[in-house]
């Protein structure tokens, strides 16, 4: 018995390496909102925010059909109340997003493929007015995602995919002076918004 399981298990690593196919890729966003306004011939600026979110990946494939990896999660929120005096808002975030998906049906150049991940992020926030500066909330957040996807491939080494909706758990919490405040979220359901990436294999 312990023969017949060290044959299945050295043949299922040796088809993995067969298969082995190392990726990058990933996705951003940038946004900006501004402007400005005029009253009695006088101007005035809006408030003004910036948002970047880079979200780099590596994987890997175990065969033509399933990969794993991780997405890197980097993200860095800007906003200018543009008051006198002004307050300045900047919150940096960080975390780790390992995946695993499954491509199951190949039309073409198109590929269609499920993905599950498990998300952690840590953010903090900093206020700063008048030349001084002072620590806002410091925020954990932990999400689960099940994602329809598609690729699209460009070329041998190149694909581009995208993600629509999905099944998703998110908990956070926010910590400021010792108080605690937590919240949980469920969704389900498809979106307009296209998260659009790419990946490139080696």
Known sequence: M??????VLVSLISTSFCFSQIFVGGSFNITTTGGSEKTNNV?????????LNLNPQVGYFLNPNLA??????????????????????????FGLAPFARYYFMEIGQLSLFGE???????????FKSNGVSVDGN???????????GVAYKISEKIEIEAFIGGLSFSTENSNLNNNEDKSNSLSLGLSTNLNIGFIYKF
Do not use: C, H
């Open 138 to 148: 410091k925020t954990t957040n932990f999400g689960i995602n099940v994602l329809p």
């Open 43 to 51: 101007s005035t600026d809006k408030e003004s925010t910036f948002n």
């Open 68 to 93: 794993v990896g991780t997405y890197l999660v980097m993200g860095l929120y800007r906003k200018n109340d543009n008051k006198n005096p002004e307050t300045i808002t900047t919150t940096t975030t």
């Open 2 to 7: 312990r023969k017949i399981l060290s044959i």
């Open 116 to 126: 599950g991940n498990i998300g952690f992020s840590s953010s903090k926030t900093k």
